[in-house]
């Protein structure tokens, strides 16, 4: 059997094991890279090492543990607060009022399970509380967290900037991030159309509520119209403390840094969290165990094999397949809808290290743009994480509010996942390949 084949059957097996056994796939890939590279490559073990990506690793810790420490000192409860009071605590905006803050949260850095974990719970408690359907408020959520998952400063916007210009491609963070965004922020509005039309008749909440007494604070539907909780650092209705201002302020400063002067997202991320730990040390007690080691360690082992990929040349391989197709852009609809796919049952942020290198030869054959390409493929790869078989789908569905029963919130969630896992794809396809920018 050729390195190519071996290659790829260990990158199937890859997502079929993550997917069925509870095994972090990054540990899976490990194994992979370090069986695929001694056994059917020859490659020395510092070889195997060498091809995980130190920069997306360090970028991952920064980014993360300045989020953990904006969660600890309420930054987060205050973001949240602050966006309901800015539409007045209007019940019909609460859902975009959730949309906004996940996706504010994936675009300073929050992993996009992490920011659905923070805003799901409060956002189906508001939907059992007053009448707003539970799908609605639990996919807007999680398409927030897409939205905002593209930006420069965010995970998934790492991803896909480093793949692209380690693979010497072209890169246009903004265009990536803009095209997430709107096909985010119009998968929402459709949403709304069809299961929010009722929602004008809503009352008002009080925005003096937080993410950890977001269950025990919420009245009963038919209760009262104003809910409070006084829990967590900044709670109620003081005003922004010292350390809240100075983290926004750092936040401000890491993305003006990497976007204005070029400068490494890692290391600038992990300076405002070491200067903010330094500041503020009691508030900032825990936050190092905070960072998403778990996500740290599956960029780490998928990366790797990623390496051990390109060595055997898989990413060819496909590519060119792909590229077989009558024109390149039929190989790129292919591509999304094999991302999407498998995104839909395995993690996206794994998946995205791999997808975008398969896509090379068909990107050096065709006249698409690479970073049209490379925007398909990232957003047609994660939009379909409104899947219960995703993490930010079954955080949803594990947090529904009473008024509806598991299997049946599991069962819309899966029929809407099914309907953007075979739309999506598609429409991200015709949106942003086909114009051939």
Same mark, same amino acid.
């Given at each position: #059997?050729?390195?190519e084949w071996?290659s @790829?059957?260990a990158?199937?097996?890859?997502?079929v094991?993550?997917?069925v056994?509870? @095994?972090? #796939?990054g540990?899976l890939?490990?194994v992979?890279?370090?069986l695929?590279?001694?056994?059917s490559?020859?490659?020395?073990?510092k070889?195997?090492?060498?091809?995980?990506s130190?920069d997306?690793?360090l970028t991952?810790v920064g980014?993360?543990?300045l989020f953990?420490?904006?969660k600890?000192?309420?930054t987060?409860d205050?973001?949240v607060r602050s966006a309901v009071?800015?539409?007045g605590?209007r019940v019909a905006?609460?859902p975009?009022v959730m949309f906004?803050?996940?996706?504010?949260l994936t675009a300073?850095?929050a992993?996009s399970?992490a920011?659905c974990a923070?805003?799901g719970?409060?956002?189906?408690?508001?939907?059992?509380a007053?009448?707003?359907n539970p799908l609605?408020?639990?996919m807007?959520?999680v398409?927030?967290?897409?939205a905002?998952g593209?930006s420069?400063?965010?995970?998934?916007g790492t991803?896909? $900037?480093? =793949?692209?210009?380690?693979n010497?491609l072209p890169? $246009?963070? @903004?265009a990536?991030?803009a095209?997430s965004f709107? =096909?985010?922020?119009?998968?929402?509005a459709?949403l709304?159309?069809v299961?929010g039309?009722?929602?004008a008749?809503?009352?008002?909440?009080?925005?003096?509520?937080d993410?950890?007494?977001?269950?025990?604070s919420?009245?009963?539907p038919g209760?009262?119209?104003?809910v409070?909780?006084?829990?967590?650092?900044?709670a109620?209705?003081?005003?922004?403390t010292t350390a809240?201002? @100075?983290?926004?302020? #750092?936040?401000?400063a890491?993305?003006?840094?990497s976007l204005? +002067?070029?400068k490494?997202?890692?290391?600038?991320?992990?300076t405002g969290?070491?200067?903010?730990t330094?500041? +503020?040390?009691r508030?900032?007690?825990g936050?190092?165990?905070q960072?998403?080691?778990?996500?740290?360690?599956?960029?780490?082992?998928?990366?790797?094999?990623?390496a051990?990929?390109?060595?055997?040349g898989?990413?060819?391989y496909?590519?060119t397949w792909?590229?077989?197709f009558?024109?390149?852009?039929?190989?790129?609809?292919v591509l999304?809808?094999?991302g999407?796919? =498998?995104?839909?049952?395995?993690s996206?942020?794994?998946?995205?290290?791999?997808i975008?290198?398969i896509?090379?030869?068909l990107?050096?054959?065709?006249d698409?743009?690479?970073?049209?390409?490379a925007?398909a493929l990232s957003v047609?790869?994660?939009?379909?994480d409104v899947s219960?078989y995703s993490? $930010?789908?079954?955080?949803?569905?594990?947090?529904?509010?009473?008024?509806?029963?598991e299997e049946r +919130?599991y069962?819309?969630?899966?029929g809407?996942a099914?309907i953007?896992?075979l739309v999506g794809p598609?429409?991200?396809?015709?949106a942003?390949?086909?114009?051939?920018w």
């Amino acid at each position: #059997m050729t390195p190519e084949w071996v290659s @790829i059957i260990a990158l199937v097996l890859l997502f079929v094991v993550g997917t069925v056994l509870p @095994i972090n #796939m990054g540990a899976l890939a490990f194994v992979a890279a370090w069986l695929v590279g001694m056994f059917s490559l020859d490659m020395k073990e510092k070889d195997i090492i060498g091809g995980m990506s130190g920069d997306l690793v360090l970028t991952l810790v920064g980014v993360t543990y300045l989020f953990a420490i904006a969660k600890n000192n309420g930054t987060v409860d205050l973001i949240v607060r602050s966006a309901v009071k800015l539409v007045g605590g209007r019940v019909a905006l609460i859902p975009w009022v959730m949309f906004g803050v996940t996706a504010l949260l994936t675009a300073i850095g929050a992993a996009s399970p992490a920011a659905c974990a923070i805003v799901g719970p409060v956002a189906l408690g508001f939907a059992g509380a007053f009448g707003i359907n539970p799908l609605l408020m639990g996919m807007f959520v999680v398409h927030g967290a897409q939205a905002g998952g593209f930006s420069p400063i965010s995970i998934y916007g790492t991803i896909t $900037n480093s =793949v692209m210009a380690e693979n010497g491609l072209p890169t $246009n963070e @903004i265009a990536v991030f803009a095209v997430s965004f709107v =096909v985010n922020l119009l998968i929402a509005a459709l949403l709304y159309a069809v299961l929010g039309r009722n929602l004008a008749r809503g009352g008002r909440v009080d925005a003096a509520v937080d993410t950890d007494a977001a269950h025990a604070s919420l009245p009963s539907p038919g209760g009262a119209t104003a809910v409070s909780a006084e829990t967590g650092a900044g709670a109620g209705h003081g005003k922004a403390t010292t350390a809240q201002l @100075i983290t926004l302020f #750092m936040f401000i400063a890491v993305a003006g840094l990497s976007l204005v +002067f070029d400068k490494n997202i890692g290391f600038t991320s992990i300076t405002g969290a070491v200067l903010l730990t330094a500041m +503020f040390p009691r508030e900032q007690k825990g936050a190092v165990s905070q960072i998403a080691w778990a996500t740290v360690l599956l960029v780490a082992g998928v990366s790797t094999f990623a390496a051990v990929l390109e060595e055997a040349g898989a990413p060819e391989y496909v590519g060119t397949w792909a590229a077989g197709f009558s024109t390149a852009v039929l190989g790129a609809l292919v591509l999304c809808y094999v991302g999407g796919i =498998v995104s839909a049952f395995a993690s996206s942020t794994a998946l995205l290290p791999i997808i975008i290198p398969i896509a090379i030869p068909l990107i050096r054959s065709g006249d698409v743009s690479p970073v049209a390409i490379a925007a398909a493929l990232s957003v047609a790869s994660t939009i379909v994480d409104v899947s219960p078989y995703s993490t $930010n789908g079954a955080l949803m569905v594990a947090n529904r509010p009473d008024t509806i029963t598991e299997e049946r +919130f599991y069962k819309q969630v899966l029929g809407y996942a099914a309907i953007v896992t075979l739309v999506g794809p598609l429409l991200v396809w015709a949106a942003v390949v086909l114009p051939g920018w």
